[in-house]
């Protein structure tokens, strides 16, 4: 090479390394010559672009620079445009984020593009970080730059992002800044968004007059679901619907879907079609499909949920949307991995429709606040479903605080925007700026019981669970200690912060609900009620801490049900009194006389072993389907007494009711049995959904050796109730006789 083409080499090399390396800045020395630029006629959310990009600048750099729009720049200075710009982005869900000679240019698709793209630019390019809606991290300095070459380009996959997380739905600002939707249903009719049947053919209005409307089941017609091959009823919901869209002219979807329960019709003609498409789907879809011809303007959605999840040979008409849920899926691992019905039902209502919306379950919504080690599962699902036409994702959180709540929210949020990002450097992040120097503690329990789940294969993570499932596992006593020393290490690192000190105290809230779950079980030495025939001091300083940290964050429930903390910690003093009353039952044999099913290892024992039941059927409780309770106690010879106290326990929604009544006998030879008393309780539509009673008698001093208690069941759920004639349960625990 000559040495004039030489020198020209290295002069291109060392432009081309400018380049390279050029910075475009924004702001020099608290000093800028920009301006942010906005169209002529702005709408309010490309105003709220503008005006979040110029608050954040200025709270990086303390310069303020100015707003203006198109007809009035200056010549004079650099310009940052904000602005829709859909000729050149794929997608309305576009963004795009570049530079132009000195300019940059901040656009997307739509107006909520614009705003999404201004806060990537700002968390990409600039550090900023927001962790909650209180909690932000914002870089400061007086000068601020940008490499270029700029130009960045992003289409999300998912282009309708939910997180059922009260931290967007309250607060629109985060929701931005984490780019999901404000509301759980965007674009529904706002009355008609799930389980509509019942909406739109009441049964105070048709039941009576017109049974033949509702489902068959056996040889009644009951009003759980609808008829679906019943001609009326397709013109009555397709007038439903009309009326829905005249009432709500801006709502583009409308729910057409079945009522929360099993309970579908199995007439002649709708087992007909169902046994011809090989799932009960498919008499729904035949039915939203006919309903959908009505409305080409507007999409009707409908759930592909419990019986017609599995999808039919029927093609949902193009405007109908498949909400696809995954409520039975084991939670301990991806769902590809461990549930693998599901998993080929999703790939099924891909091969026959594009318009596909997940609707998943991330915590365990019997117990809000238990431990719910799942987050390792959030990406390959989430990653699963976008890979199965999945546009649409709604992330079932549980709404109210729950375990680790601003972590999962986050994350979640993050990665539906993006499910290809790098979770661990997500939770990393997130959990270092979020608990400061208590974040390494706080990534030790993660860590730690996300690896013992894992270890455990044949652990089924449920969303209708308890804790005292994963007492040999995950959450066993040395554990739980372990967990334990984790929190209170993180607590002594910034005990100073007293906020970053909350935000810990609120996320050991799980541990310490999960231990004194433990001690109320009774099942291991180290986690006792009592210690001594007094109150363990452990167990009162975990139901202070527990209270105070509720309180301290605002936290008032404790499930899906309604149960509140406030009844919880009630029921736990209850529990508490209960564990100190003298019982000369305690211990003693029982005989059955009818059969429990499942819970409790059906050991009769339950009723006397001193471990008390809380507001979960899945600890403690013993369960009888469909028949009465029906158990006799030898207290070992003669003994007086003058009160008997027994829990029951009801779960209306799972078709767990209290006993009508529940009757104490005594006798002395177990053949002649005396009535001591009747405890009538009336089963109502307005009775609590969970709760706890203890039907309670007391008597003259009474001596006897044997003690029999019959509970009547209800036998079948109510007619009011939404699973109308199925068996149901009743769930007894101690028995306390003194």
């Excluded at 380009?153 to 997380?165: A, K, M």
């Excluded at 439903?240 to 007439?267: G, L, M």
């Excluded at 527990?546 to 509140?564: A, P, R, V």
Aim: with cysteine; aromatic share 12%; proline share 5%.
């Amino acid at each position: 090479m000559s040495l004039k083409k030489t020198v020209l080499f290295a002069i291109i090399l060392a432009m081309l390394g400018c380049t390279q390396n050029q910075k475009l800045t924004l702001v020099k020395n608290n000093k800028s010559n920009y301006e942010i630029v906005l169209p002529a006629q702005p709408d309010e959310i490309i105003e709220k672009a503008g005006n979040k990009l110029q608050t954040y600048l200025e709270k990086i750099s303390s310069v303020k620079i100015p707003i203006v729009n198109e007809s009035e720049l200056n010549e004079k200075k650099r310009q940052i445009f904000v602005s829709v710009n859909p000729e050149e982005l794929t997608s309305v869900h576009s963004i795009s984020i570049k530079t132009e000679g000195e300019n940059l240019i901040i656009t997307g698709g739509s107006g909520e593009s614009v705003l999404f793209a201004v806060y990537e630019f700002l968390e990409m390019n600039l550090g900023c970080k927001w962790y909650s809606p209180t909690v932000e991290k914002i870089p400061t300095s007086k000068t601020i730059s940008i490499g270029q070459p700029l130009n960045y380009q992003y289409t999300p996959e998912i282009t309708t992002r939910t997180v059922h997380s009260r931290l967007f739905y309250e607060n629109p600002d985060f929701a931005h800044k984490m780019h999901v939707t404000t509301d759980a249903f965007p674009g529904y009719v706002p009355t008609a968004r799930v389980h509509t049947f019942h909406r739109f053919v009441p049964e105070q209005n048709y039941y009576y007059a017109h049974p033949e409307y509702y489902a068959l089941r056996g040889e009644k017609r009951l009003h759980t679901q609808l008829c679906l091959t019943n001609k009326e009823v397709l013109q009555i919901v397709t007038d439903s619907v009309k009326a829905y869209f005249e009432r709500y002219p801006d709502a583009s979807v409308i729910s057409v879907s079945q009522d929360d329960n099993t309970q579908n019709c199995q007439c002649e003609d709708c087992k007909k079609i169902d046994d011809e498409e090989g799932s009960a789907s498919g008499s729904m879809i035949r039915f939203v499909n006919a309903v959908a011809e009505s409305f080409p303007d507007k999409t009707i959605s409908t759930l592909a949920y419990q019986y017609t999840r599995k999808p039919s040979i029927t093609k949902p008409a193009v405007n109908v949307l498949i909400t696809l849920c995954s409520i039975e899926c084991d939670r301990s691992a991806p769902i590809a991995d461990k549930s693998h019905d599901f998993a080929q039902d999703l790939k099924g209502w891909k091969k026959i429709t594009e318009n596909i919306r997940i609707w998943d379950y991330t915590t365990q919504f019997t117990n809000f606040l238990a431990p719910f080690p799942n987050i390792h599962t959030l990406q390959p699902n989430i990653q699963f479903f976008r890979n199965n036409n999945a546009t649409w994702v709604f992330e079932q959180h549980s709404h109210h605080p729950s375990e680790l709540f601003e972590l999962r929210s986050y994350l979640t949020a993050k990665l539906l925007w993006n499910p290809d990002l790098d979770a661990n450097e997500i939770i990393n992040e997130f959990v270092q700026g979020y608990y400061a120097e208590a974040g390494k503690y706080v990534t030790k329990y993660i860590d730690v019981i996300h690896e013992e789940i894992q270890k455990d294969k044949d652990f089924f993570l449920f969303l209708y669970g308890d804790p005292a499932q994963a007492f040999n596992s995950f959450l066993n006593p040395e554990l739980l200690k372990q967990y334990n020393t984790y929190f209170d290490d993180a607590e002594k690192v910034v005990e100073n912060k007293p906020n970053v000190l909350q935000r810990v105290r609120t996320s050991r809230i799980s541990t310490d609900y999960a231990m004194l779950e433990m001690a109320r079980n009774g099942k291991s030495p180290d986690f006792q009620l009592l210690e001594n025939g007094k109150i363990s001091k452990d167990v009162e300083l975990r139901v202070s801490r527990f209270k105070e940290s509720c309180q301290n964050s605002n936290i008032t429930l404790m499930n899906e049900m309604g149960y509140t903390v406030e009844e919880y910690l009630n029921l736990y003093k209850e529990t508490l009194i209960r564990a100190g009353l003298p019982n000369i039952a305690n211990g003693k044999k029982v005989t059955l006389h009818t059969q429990p099913k499942k819970y409790a290892d059906e050991n009769p024992q339950a009723l006397t072993d001193g471990a008390l039941g809380g507001s979960n059927f899945y600890a403690n409780w013993l369960g009888f389907e469909g028949n009465n309770m029906e158990a006799v106690i030898d207290l070992g010879s003669e003994m007086e007494f003058s009160n008997i106290s027994t829990g029951f326990l009801q779960v209306t929604n799972h078709i767990v009711f209290f006993p009508e009544e529940v009757s104490y006998f005594y006798s002395n030879d177990l053949k002649t049995f005396t009535k001591l008393e009747t405890v009538a309780n009336p089963i109502s539509k307005e009775s609590k959904k969970n709760d706890v009673e203890y039907f309670t008698s007391n008597f003259a001093p009474t001596k006897a050796r044997y003690i029999n208690i019959i509970g009547k069941n209800v036998a079948k759920a109510p007619f009011w109730h939404n699973a109308a004639g199925l068996p149901a349960w009743i769930f007894i625990d101690e028995v306390i006789v003194n």
